[in-house]
């Protein structure tokens, strides 16, 4: 589902924007390109604040991510290109997941899932 480009983008550091909402209120919070891994179609993110997000996921598990990366070539030979997913997302608090994700990034609680359900490249 994710096309190669996307994974080009991961190769190099860039901020990451989660954005969730509940209530008719969004909200943003962002992490780095670097902390994503990605198995099957989900995406997995160390997560060691994001109370707010999780809060709105309770109520609405949508989420909105974009990333992007300025040293990966985008269409027409645009320098930088950046990425729009869109999913369901959860938290995971323990299991083999959270095992495997806290043996890389000690610093996380939780674990933020998304189930990735499309993926749009936007430059």
Known sequence: ?????????????????????????AHVTNTWNSYLKIKDDTLLIPAAGMTSTEADIKKNNRVIITLGAREVEGFNGYQGTGFRLEGTADFIANGPIYDEMFAEFPFLKRVLAVKIESAKQLL
């Open 1 to 25: 589902m994710l096309p190669e480009k996307f994974f080009e983008v991961l190769n190099y550091e860039g901020v990451v924007s989660i954005t969730t909402w509940s209530d008719n209120e």
